[in-house]
């Protein structure tokens, strides 16, 4: 029993976090959001070049060969940098899901040289993201999980998050490579680690900003009451944290009770996400409710994640039926089994 | 991050649960807020250190076992699997027995550690007074040195088990013309000393749980000081930061809540509120996030790390689970809720539960106080 992450993983994570940081600034989120396609070629080729689309993809197919704990932890920090391009759902989502069926070696190779990008379809999400862009799409179909080339074009919808490319479904098909309810568990748990990156950040930004917005002549950060909301923002994301990384580990090793704690990482996630991005417009005042300030980018991200992959009912019907159904045992001693 | 227990921590459980099945009181104790199930608890903190599980973390000489924090949470998993009842002596052995474990003396510790962990000397903590709760730095009680003694005098309120415990330690003025944090000593007091009046205080649920104390020139020697004059607000913030962190609230105790609650809904569901199955599956997912939490705590710390200001993330986040589910209790039980004996029989454990969970965000430091920590020294806003 050890709950921590390896010297490996911090490294890992603060080499991508400062990567980020560097390359996909809200100056570059700004740029996207101006063009039409919202997506480039250029940011996609410098994490690829970071080796990103590889981290999951097997050493054999010229991937890192990491695990789902890692994968959630690097989908935080997609999330903390605010990235829109589809790398989650490729590589922290696709890859581990391809590597598991084996027989996939190419397509393997393919994402992790950065050629390809997997758009996922799932039943439970009305639509699907970044479809256009995408050259292969997993589908579920009658409980089956299917791999094709994507052929038809598709109409474009327009979100609530300016970077967010959604479309509807396609017809479903492709050979059999695993089932539709691992894609979604290991989707809602890469949803969830992007949405404690995202609550991150926004607290992060509302930090620096009651910091330096004066009022009444002391920085706002001095009011007790923005203080208290803070604070009260940063418990809520420090709690979802373990619940994660938790599910990651369940998850990871095929644990039978592992949906029903990727349901408890995706409420814990998505309630403090929502909670910070309330938090965030507030500290800001006025000037939150501007298209100018960078925040909205985060918030709507937020809000967006937060209903995909399983929205708040579903994930509770899992809680519940495991909980209150007494398919899970409970109580002090079943922690961890 | 590997979650599975080993095969050694695997049989330390089996062990644990083997002593607890054969040992725990089968039924209820009194509550230990009256004289009577005060000494019912003394009677186990003895059963308990008769297997050596008073303190397990403490090393071996000082009646403990030397095991880890893992192993520590093992134990309490099984202790409240177990039904066993609340450590009436936890003042003693989760925040001065750290606390004369890191600043005491040899002396110290062997003269108090040891009858700490046997349950032979119960403790009472007199930090507050009428005029300093939150703003503890404005205590007024005075230790005026005299030889190899100090002369307390002064006044300590809200001191938990003071009214039946057998010593206390606080935080006193040795400096009489010293301000706020600076001139304060951590001293250590025997509750029987002449010059000591106790006046039990009625909690909110009518038992004289804690107490106000009085002293009138108590003479107390000048050994019974932990760390140096002066230097008791350094040594009080170790302690503070003791109860606030790991040990003071054990997750097990909130996921045996938890348990309780699916239970109780699962008995009244019919008349439940629709709310009410969202706040009972949220009180088990609160309870589960504290544990997995403290589990990477206790890993953290066991690697060579340390808990700081995030122990105030802990204390929000597990006064505010607990008031919650007891909450959710009380709604679902409805009209049954009031009684304070529930089909004539035993206390209404949820009643005097959600009691007592109204004291969480209050003690062990307000969670306005721990807000303002997170704020100040956890996001660095400016004061
Ligand atoms: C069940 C229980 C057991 C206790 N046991 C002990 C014990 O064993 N030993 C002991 O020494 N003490 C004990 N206490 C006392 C406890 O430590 C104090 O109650 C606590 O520190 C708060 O102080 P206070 O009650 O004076 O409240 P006050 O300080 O008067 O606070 C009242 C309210 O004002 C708020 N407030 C105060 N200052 C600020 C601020 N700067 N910013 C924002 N809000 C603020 C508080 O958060 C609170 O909501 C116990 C209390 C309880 C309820």
Same mark, same amino acid.
């Given at each position: 029993m050890d709950f921590t992450i390896t010297e490996d993983q911090a490294t890992l994570t603060q080499g991508v976090r400062d990567y980020l940081a560097g390359v996909h600034t809200p100056e570059l989120l700004r740029a996207l959001d101006a063009s039409d396609s919202r997506r480039s070629d250029a940011v996609w080729q410098g994490l690829a070049d970071m080796g990103l689309p590889g981290l999951l993809v097997p050493e054999a197919q010229g991937g890192l060969g990491l695990s789902l704990l890692d994968a959630v932890l690097i989908a935080a920090e997609l999330g903390r940098a605010g990235v829109a391009e589809p790398i989650a759902d490729t590589a922290l989502v696709a890859a581990p899901l391809l590597a598991k069926a084996g027989g996939q070696e190419a397509v393997l190779e393919a994402i992790a040289s950065g050629e390809v990008k997997v758009a996922l379809q799932h039943p439970v999400n009305p639509w699907v993201a970044d479809l256009d862009g995408a050259s292969h799409i997993l589908s579920a179909k009658d409980g089956a999980l299917l791999l094709a080339e994507r052929s038809s074009g598709a109409e474009l919808l327009d979100s609530v998050d300016p970077l967010r490319r959604l479309y509807a479904p396609v017809a479903a098909k492709g050979?059999?490579?695993?089932s539709a309810d691992a894609l979604l568990d290991h989707a809602a748990l890469i949803a969830a680690a992007q949405l404690v990156g995202l609550a991150d950040a926004m607290l992060e930004q509302a930090t620096d900003y009651a910091k330096n917005r004066s009022q009444f002549g002391q920085p706002i950060g001095s009011f007790q009451a923005v203080k208290h909301h803070l604070a009260t923002a940063a418990v809520k994301i420090a709690f979802a944290r373990p619940v994660i990384e938790r599910a990651a580990v369940a998850l990871q090793d095929g644990a039978a009770s592992a949906p029903v704690h990727v349901s408890h990482a995706k409420l814990a996630a998505a309630d403090a996400a929502w909670a910070m991005s309330e938090t965030a417009i507030q500290t800001h005042g006025a000037m939150g409710y501007t298209y100018e300030v960078d925040l909205h980018f985060w918030m709507k991200r937020a809000w967006a994640l937060s209903g995909a992959w399983g929205d708040r009912a579903f994930h509770l019907a899992r809680i519940d039926a495991a909980v209150i159904g007494g398919a899970l045992p409970i109580g002090p001693g079943h922690s961890f089994v | 991050m590997d979650l599975a227990y080993t095969t050694e921590q695997q049989a330390f459980r089996a062990e644990v649960r083997a002593w607890m099945e054969a040992n725990a009181p089968k039924a209820p104790l009194v509550t230990l807020e009256r004289e009577e199930g005060y000494h019912q608890h003394v009677e186990w903190e003895r059963k308990l250190a008769s297997g050596? &599980?008073?303190?397990?973390? &403490?090393p071996e000489a000082y009646g403990g076992r030397g095991l880890d924090l893992i192993q520590w949470l093992i134990f309490e998993e099984e202790y409240y699997r177990a039904g066993a009842p609340l450590r009436v002596n936890q003042n003693g052995i989760f925040l001065l027995g750290p606390t004369v474990m890191e600043y005491g003396t040899d002396e110290q510790k062997a003269r108090f550690l040891t009858p700490m962990a046997k349950g032979e000397m119960i403790w009472a903590q007199a930090w507050s007074e009428p005029g300093a709760g939150s703003d503890m730095a404005a205590i007024t009680s005075k230790a005026i040195r005299d030889g190899d003694h100090y002369v307390i005098s002064g006044q300590k309120t809200w001191s938990s088990r003071a009214s039946f415990a057998d010593w206390g330690f606080g935080l006193f003025r040795?400096?009489?013309?010293s301000k706020r944090h600076k001139g304060l000593s951590f001293i250590l007091f025997d509750l029987n000393a002449p010059g000591v009046t106790r006046r039990p205080i009625r909690q909110l649920h009518g038992d004289p749980g804690f107490a106000e104390l009085f002293f009138d020139d108590v003479r107390v020697p000048v050994a019974n000081r932990i760390a140096g004059e002066g230097e008791g607000w350094t040594v009080a913030m170790a302690t503070a930061g003791f109860e606030r962190g790991l040990m003071l609230r054990s997750p097990a105790r909130f996921q045996a809540a938890a348990e309780r609650l699916v239970k109780l809904f699962r008995a009244c569901e019919a008349k439940a509120a629709p709310a009410a199955r969202e706040q009972v599956m949220q009180a088990w997912m609160d309870a589960q996030a504290y544990a997995y939490n403290t589990y990477a705590v206790a890993s953290k710390i066991m690697g060579g790390g340390q808990i700081g200001a995030e122990a105030s993330l802990n204390k929000i986040f597990w006064s505010e689970l607990d008031r919650a589910a007891h909450r959710t209790a009380m709604q679902l039980l409805g @009209?049954? @809720?009031?009684?304070?004996h529930l089909d004539g029989g035993a206390l209404n454990a949820w009643l005097e539960g959600y009691i007592f969970s109204l004291s969480g965000p209050i003690y062990a430091g307000s969670n306005e106080i721990q807000r303002n920590i997170i704020a100040e020294r956890l996001l660095g806003l400016p004061r």
């Open positions: 050979v059999t490579v695993g | 050596n &599980w008073g303190m397990v973390t &403490w040795t400096d009489p013309d @009209a049954s @809720a009031e009684l304070r």
